[in-house]
């Protein structure tokens, strides 16, 4: 699992020490993500399944992708749709990714690359592997993440960053033993690079067999920790976790993730995801490719996207034949 990593984690800055008057968040759930299949037919596990969107807001829907690995022709991605009303988040941890859009946005993402899409008021997107990795096979891991837009943005102008694994933020535990990657918003004074309508933070967290992991957390935020691999115990209940699984955070200001001693040999390490934004609190109406506030919009935004009116699929230019 490469993503970005560092040879000596002590050379980095750390994450904020624990005042003895910050409050621990308690777990409140812990739902193991079911197995599914996506766009062509790739694996993928629904990491929000049987969550209250109220625990979840401002995010809508999380898919873990793989971890699997690809013999030569096998690598699979989605067909052309659309989105309106919200934000996708893609990361690779493993493997490469391709992306197009109607609105001018794409390109290649890899080992702790990240993809944010705005889809704000109607957009059209591919996401496939590239050529040389459906001819050659190869592991294929990472995740996407829906992220909310108030009322008020949901018609926003489309928008699209291109986060390259090196701009993200580096820290370590104050032990050494975990790696932080701060994809967006902030650990104590460390900004991520993402740049977020809604207020959210994003982290991708290595916690080293036996060492522990805590973090400040706002307390507007909700807390959720998901596990891509690895087992340990989140909360200062040690609530255990293993791969696939979500935990779901009380109130608070400090979130703690412990590794178990022992790690399986293909997972030497506890790999977690700790996300959090501010709740939007509005009505939520969801349906295929759209999240809006209601009905009425929903069925407005597939006529949109009947119409053509969500944009329209770039031509590309065929091998052997000039582009005018």
């Known amino acids: 699992m490469p993503a970005v990593t560092v040879e000596n984690l002590l050379v980095l800055p750390r994450v904020p020490e624990i005042a003895p008057t910050q409050v621990d968040r308690e777990v409140r759930s812990v739902t193991t993500a079911p197995a599914g299949f996506e766009g062509e037919g790739f694996p993928v596990r629904r990491a929000f399944a ?21 013999a030569p022709g096998e690598p699979k991605g ?26 001018g946005g794409g390109g290649l993402i890899t080992d702790g690359d990240t993809q944010w899409m705005t889809a704000g008021g109607g957009i059209l997107h591919i996401e496939k592997p590239p050529e040389s990795l459906v001819v050659s096979g190869g592991l294929f891991h990472g995740f996407q993440l829906w992220v909310n837009l108030p009322a008020s943005l949901k018609m926003t102008q489309p928008r699209y960053q291109d986060i390259r694994g090196g701009e993200v933020a580096l820290l370590s535990s104050t032990d050494g ?140 230019p065929h091998p052997g034949h000039d582009v005018l």
Request: glycine share 12%; charged share 20%.
């Open 177 to 316: 033993g975990a790696l932080v990657r701060v994809i967006a918003g902030s650990v104590g004074d460390h900004d991520g690079p993402g740049v977020t309508h809604t207020p959210i933070t994003l982290v991708h967290a290595t916690v080293a067999a036996g060492a522990r992991l805590r973090m400040p957390w706002r307390t507007d935020f909700n807390a959720l920790v998901y596990v891509l691999a690895g087992r340990g115990t989140v909360g200062p209940s040690r609530r255990p976790v293993e791969s696939g699984q979500l935990a779901v955070f009380g109130p608070g200001d400090t979130i703690t993730v412990d590794a178990a001693d022992t790690q399986e040999s293909r997972s030497p390490a506890l790999e977690v995801l700790v996300l959090g934004g501010a709740p939007i609190r509005e009505p939520v109406a969801a349906y295929g490719p759209f999240v809006m506030n209601t009905r009425r919009e929903l069925i407005q935004a597939f006529e949109d996207y009947q119409a053509g009116r969500l944009g329209s699929i770039p031509a590309e």
């Open 78 to 103: 989605t067909p052309w749709h659309p989105h309106r009303g919200f934000e996708t988040v893609t990361y690779m941890i493993d493997g490469t990714f391709q992306h197009h859009d109607s609105n």
């Open 50 to 70: 049987g969550v209250d969107l109220k625990d979840l807001d401002p995010f809508i829907h999380m898919d873990q992708m793989g971890e699997v690995e690809y």
